[in-house]
């Protein structure tokens, strides 16, 4: 993953931001190789992923944010993000069989709403996007509460709420999760593997909404088509 530009940014900055983008570049690619392994050994499938997923976040939390602690962290990352492939696999091999061009299409469209956004976020003015966050968790509490109603009283527009709210609060956070990250950085928190994990999940919640979102999309045009045949 390309990182964005850092030159305008104190030295001390520029050098935690591109460990962090390192750190994420790493993960994202570990979690395609999760969704590799799911192809041929069909993990996915099975609660392993779930268990370590679950697992290795808790042990992240649990160990304390120091340099001491680093690589371990950023193993427990690692371990994470290769998990939260195996976990995604089945719905990637969903889309994949119904039209490869899908699952490329969502890879490249959450690489390029991503690298936007964040790269929105690093050149814009110090703290503009930060006024995000009250906003960001408003929608995450609607979120949660068209969840919680799901399973009291069934809602078709729960569903689109969830895809296309949850795409635009997943972006938003992109925006608002950089800006934070930049300006802990400049009062002096530097913890990569910790803001890797933000940006991470971020990138994560984008990819699988665009992906189901297109594969809704390509469902429903079938669809059409069979009743335009009959």
Not at 112 to 128: D, I, N, P, Q, Y
Request: with cysteine; net charge positive; charged share 15%.
């Amino acid at each position: 993953m390309a990182q964005p530009s850092v030159n305008k940014f104190p030295s001390y900055v520029a050098s935690h931001l591109k460990r962090v983008y390192w750190t994420l570049s790493v993960s994202v690619a570990l979690m395609f190789i999760g969704m590799v392994v799911h192809t041929y050994t069909s993990i996915g499938y099975t609660l392993v992923p779930q268990v370590l997923v679950f697992a290795s976040l808790l042990l992240f939390v649990s160990f304390p944010r120091n340099p001491q602690t680093e690589k371990t962290r950023k193993y427990l990352l690692y371990c994470f993000s290769t998990m939260v492939g195996c976990e995604l696999g089945p719905l990637v091999e969903v889309a994949f069989e119904r039209d490869p061009d899908i699952v490329l299409n969502a890879v490249s469209g959450t690489a390029v709403v991503f690298l936007c956004f964040t790269g929105a976020a690093v050149v814009a003015e110090r703290k503009s996007y930060l006024f995000l966050g009250g906003f960001l968790s408003s929608v995450l509490s609607i979120l949660l509460l068209f969840s919680v109603f799901s399973f009291i009283i069934p809602l078709k527009i729960e569903e689109y709420v969830q895809l296309y709210l949850g795409l635009v609060m997943f972006v938003g956070y992109v925006l608002f999760d950089t800006q934070l990250i930049i300006e802990r950085a400049y009062n002096g928190s530097t913890d990569a593997v910790s803001d890797a994990v933000t940006l991470f999940i971020d990138f994560v919640g984008i990819f699988v909404r665009i992906l189901v979102a297109l594969l809704k999309n390509s469902s429903e045009k079938e669809s059409k088509e069979k009743r335009k045949r009959k």
